[in-house]
């Protein structure tokens, strides 16, 4: 599916027509770089069958966040992000660096323009912690961290127990855990909160 078929993509025909157009009518310089990127980008996209609706999965080479990157046409032009440059295509214009161009489908790799959408470098750091990137994992306590075997009722009940003079040793074996949590719960060393 990959080649020129971008070409056929529904509704954006006419806005790759508006492309050529418009870079046509643009000084020479400029005609060539945006005819052989428009070109080169449309060799790198995967269309599934869904086309307006479906990722566009980006088939070149991508970074280490996994974004599509392709260069710009000469050495001097650098690399883009591929996504940033179908938007470029589609709505025929060049972005400024600071625009940032953000995804609402979360895929990195995705360059089908109608999930795309422009924001700030705020705004993108909002949305990545929106959808729970960039963010570490909250801190748990107690019962809701992953290794807890324990409830706090049972901590509770551990505390009494010691407390009533019953060993380290048989508390551990009747809540199935070692002697040294149980120490560690007895002397507030663990589950402080309770
Ligand atoms: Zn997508």
Redesign the pocket.
Known sequence: MMGSIIYKAGIYNLKIDNAAVYSSSYNKKAKKFHGSLTERFSRYVYLSKDINN???NWMGAKNDCGYGVIGRGTRCHGISKAHRVAYEIFHFTDLHKTICVC???D?PA?V?PK?LFLGTQADNVADMIAKGRNTPPPVRKGEEANFAKLTEQQIRQIRKLSKAGTSSRKIAKSFAVSKTTILQIVNHKSWRHV
Do not use: E, F
């Open positions: 479906n990722c566009w995804h609402i489908c895929n995705c089908n999930h």
